[in-house]
């Protein structure tokens, strides 16, 4: 698996070239070098059983035949070097100089489909070249050395070279090749923006690569047996024939064995990637991504994972976000869709006393370093209890508890972390007090019941908040703490659903846009302080 990396791009479009990319081109430079040459080792034992099986050469002839090998191994040798050379070049260009987004794409393009022109070339451009340069040898032969090969035996030993002599070598290409195209594209991907389209790369299936080899396979011993009857009609006839199958038999199956291991080990290299992607993300990595680049299922599966690990990225990342301005909670229920429904909760009103006076003497950035540094402690305690700060409020915020996440003792929650809160201020008032600074008073605001929870606002943008009586009643409670001498007020259903000891009951108070008096205890450290004249 491989990060995708930032890319350095400048205003014109142009990528800039990594330093180590030179190491890239030339490793990959070898390697298809070093594959020509397996290649065309492996080419050798089907090619001379063949041969021996289709023609039937003297001692002498044979000792020819060596001598002029040398002439069709240079002629493919430098068509194949060449060939690979051009078809390099736009890999090679992009070395050299900072290369355009339409260029990474070609070089895309170009690295992905080298299987593809590897098998091609070989059969191809590879196969003529070494049967020309063959037959010019034995004219040479046949002229200067008495080969004795008859010109009406040339288009057998055409049809060999271009059929059968290629198909181990072409196979080991296709796979060596894409091995090593696959670590080049990983180490582009890593540097550079790769196409978000496959537009110029070709697409070959397993199921269509197999019926390509295996027919090759099967169509070439019966190509090889009728080259035999034809050039040895009596001999076909004979138990001597036998022989001949037999050595037919063993080069097919030599190149069976080599199509296996090769497409085994494709199989075995591609399935541990996809693996090794999916154990990541299973674990919970979602930083980086499958660098697979097969033109076959694998690639179509690792585009699939791909895009499945980019999905969770920008779903977790959705959530993050929805965690700095909302809340974890509230980005879950947005993503699950339980963002409308009614809910029996606690509201918490809090608001910071005097501080429109403190601002007025404050530069802008002391005061936003004030609020933050408070929301800082005193949303972390409204997480700890299990609520959620809907809105803040300028000097103050809306705390929910019980929805969107439910919590049976929600009104329990809110009373706790209203006294941790308490707590929590005298602690931050001791630090202003070694700054120097002015200490903060708050006041707290308690009320339970049912409200409407979900999204309110319009098409193009929403808010998750929370509609009903208890908001507004914690509100107006909250301001009866300046009246009454208090820091923290809660209401009577509060206090009774909450069960918590230490409170004390306030006579009841009137309060402008409620019909009946309200029946409030104080809690906490000014709870004694209380007016209970009011």
Known sequence: MVTMGASAISQSGDVER??????????LWRCTIRNEFIGSAISVLPALIFYKAAFYYSAAQFK????????????FLVVDLALNWWYLTPYRRFCRQESTAPEIAQVYARLHNLPIFSFVRVFGPHALAACAGAQIGVFYANAHWGLGMPSSDYWIYWLLNLTLVPIGHAIYEYHANGWAAREALASL??????????RGVWRVGLAVRLAIFYALLAISPLVLLAAAAHLHPLRAATAGMGSDVVKIVVGVVVLNLLLLVLFAADVNQQTRMLLSGLQRVEEGDLSGRVDLFSPDEFGTITEGINKMTHGLRERQRIRDLFGVYLSPEVARAVLEGHVAESRHVSILFCDIRDFTRFSA???????????????????GIIRGQGGLVNKFLGDGFLAVFGAPVHYPDHARRAVEAALQMERELAALNDELTGLGEPLMEIGIGIDSGEV??????????????????PVNRSSRIEQLNKSLGTRILI?????????????????PVAVKGIDKPLQLFTMGQKASEGNTSA
């Open 361 to 379: 003497s404050r530069t802008p950035g002391e005061v936003v370093n004030r609020l933050n540094r408070f929301f800082g402690r005193m949303t």
């Open 64 to 75: 020819a035949l060596l001598k002029l090998a040398p002439i069709p191994v240079m002629a």
């Open 452 to 469: 409407i929870a979900g999204d309110v606002g319009s098409t193009d943008r929403l808010e998750y908040t929370v509609i009903g009586d």
């Open 189 to 198: 991907a890593s540097r550079y923006p790769l196409p978000t389209d496959s």
């Open 491 to 507: 209401s009577e259903r509060t206090s009774g659903e909450a069960n918590i000891a230490g409170g004390k009951a306030l006579p």
């Open 18 to 27: 990594p330093a180590n990319h030179h190491e890239d081109y030339r490793r």
